[in-house]
């Protein structure tokens, strides 16, 4: 081929390797006019007849090793870049999974950090804990208890009227307390696996149920409420039932945005939000305070008057609690009907604190029910001693929360400690039992030395210091029997809570109707000191049995889950 040109000097661009030189076929303008036949720039480089077809030929081999060369480098650059993305997916998955592993060991060692602490600083953290539930349990006794200080500086018949009414309003509000415990439990386990739409799916049905609950109680006492009182005072006391049902009725009322608010606070706490409901319980204290006041000091309504500023202060607890929920960004007004299992899950997690609330109620109304049989004096000092006692025993509930809280990790948990869960209880009863002293004292003190924040009448004065010593024997042990239950409750040791519930309510049933008929008021509160001691006795008891769920050393996973069945 080079004896066809032997004039033909091409420069060296032009000689060079395809691969080195890609502008080959877009030769410089100063050459292009060397040979006429020559046209590098031609569309149709295979078909164009020239004197060097074997250049051509070595060109387009060049062209097309230069065009494979590149889909074999661009396969080569996607495989790498495959491999680099598997690389950085494997990568990224085990850093999430490490992320994961550290949360998990985060979330166990706080689980564990309330055991693992002395005795002084798992006291510092449990006050802490329980310190913001608390508001839960006095807010209706604290409107009862201003209620009874109102009313008693007026008459006589109407304080003792709130005796068998507060029993209508209170107690059996009491009884739906399980969809407080049910509400705390559900959502704190939904937040823990960061399910937010779970969260907002068990606030809706819980505040469905508790909405259909108060419904119920309100047609149930506009129904049945002239009744229930009247069996209440028995033929001697028929006086006081006009005035009872008149406060009953009016309370009855707000039973729907009641329960609706307990659900709506739990959530919260259960969030471990403690502002929502410390918010919600001083506006419904001042409102009610200032209501009782206005009406029935200035305008004369007497218990009609303090049943209205009760029924406003839990309307607007109820709206407070709800709309701090919508604040946190759940649709607190997002109602949802239950299921049948949803229903049965509420229930069983309620079933022991059910089953508690139920046997203090039918105790503490068959309590009254003896008291208002023994004239209306006796009856209006019950309803201030009572009164007190409820105000102050609510201190303690939150000490079972904390022990269902904490204990389950240590009993049944992974972690499984029981020494540890030994040393979290002893820390519990010291505390309960310094909480008991102390009620004790100030209950004690109350109407012992300011009896006049209640009444005027001598005669109740009276009745009422009769029964101080029994009144403080009853109230100091009541903290560490709910540190007790609490632990039990957290064992899951139900059967055992059932039979001694049933156990001291029958007994103690018995031992009230044979002191009341013998020792009058006295006689009623030596039976209730009896029946919270019993209560401390027995629980102490299992607690503290080698055969007890805080020492089954040896019992494997299986047989320690067996515990959480009824």
Known sequence: ?????PSLILPRSLHTSPRQNPNILSPPSSFSNLHQPLHFSSPSLLNTTTTFPSNLCLTTIHRRNRFLTARVIQRQQLTDTDDDDDTLQTSTEEEVKDEEIVREGEKKKKKNEL?????WN??????????PATGLWICGPLMSLIDTAVIGQGSSIELAALGPATVVCDYMGYVFMFLSIATSNM??????????????????????????????????????????????TGPKNAHVVSAANTYVQIRGLAWPASLVGWVAQSASLGMKDSWGPLKALATASVINGVGDIFLCTYLGYGIAGAAWATMASQVVAAYMSVQALNNKGYNAYAFSIPSRKELLTILGLAAPVFLTMMSKVAFYSLLIYFATSMGTHTVA???VMIQTFVMCTVWGEPLSQTAQSFMPELIYGANRSLSKARLLLRSLVIIGATLGFFLGIVGTCVPWLFPHIFTHDQV??????????????GLAVTPPTHSLEGTLMAGRDLNFMSLSMTGCLCLGSLVLWFLSSRSGLQGCWIALAGFQWARFSLAL????????????ENVDQREVQKLSTT
């Open 541 to 552: 008891r299992r607690l503290l049995s080698p055969t007890g769920i805080l020492y089954l």
């Open 381 to 383: 000092a019950h309803q």
């Open 115 to 119: 055991a693992e602490q002395s005795i």
């Open 122 to 131: 798992q006291m510092k953290e449990i006050v802490a804990f329980t310190g």
């Open 1 to 5: 081929m080079a004896s066809k040109l």
């Open 187 to 232: 959502v704190a386990t939904a937040l823990a696996k960061q399910d937010r739409e779970e969260v907002q799916h068990h606030i809706s049905v819980l505040l469905s149920v508790a909405l259909a609950c108060g419904f119920v109680l309100l047609l149930f006492t506009s129904l049945f409420g002239a009744a229930l009182l009247t069996a209440f």
């Open 460 to 473: 109740v004065i009276g009745e009422m210091h009769k029964v101080l010593l029994p009144y403080f024997v």
